[in-house]
């Protein structure tokens, strides 16, 4: 039903900066929420960042508020996750996540759509 396309992952060395983006195809872009979740090699995957239908709400883990920014462009079908002071321990594959239902923003349970992922790879 809904498309997913992650771009903007990369390799980047500790304390640089990354913009993520998802784009949506196949449909009008009118899910309620949008999420970023990262699956860091040999651990679980983890959500990372939500917002609402709203732009006014958005959501964080604890280890990435104040460095990571999650925004969304409803017109472009389009959310973005802009990464700045960026640690090895941010390094995984990053996916975006949508859904069109209410729901807790944090959980995987929540988002019946999900991208292929991209890589973003932080250097010491």
């Known amino acids: 039903q809904v498309r997913l396309v992650e771009s903007g992952g990369g390799f980047v060395q500790a304390g640089g900066s990354l913009r993520l983006s998802c784009a949506a195809n196949?449909?009008?872009?009118?899910?309620?929420?949008m999420g970023w979740f990262r699956h860091p090699p040999g651990k679980e995957r983890e959500f990372v960042a939500g917002?609402?239908?709203?732009?006014?709400?958005?959501y964080y883990t604890d280890s990435v508020k104040g460095r990571f920014t999650i925004s969304r462009d409803n017109a472009k079908n389009m959310v973005y996750l802009q990464m700045n002071s960026l640690k090895p321990e941010d390094t995984a594959v990053y996916y975006c996540?949508?859904?069109?239902?209410?729901?807790?923003?944090?959980?995987?349970?929540?988002?019946?759509?999900w991208g292929q992922g991209t890589q973003v790879t932080v250097s010491s």
């Open positions: 996540a949508a859904t069109e239902w209410s729901g807790s923003v944090y959980s995987e349970g929540t988002y019946a759509y």
């Open positions: 196949g449909r009008t872009f009118s899910t309620y929420a």
């Open positions: 917002i609402r239908w709203s732009a006014g709400y958005t």
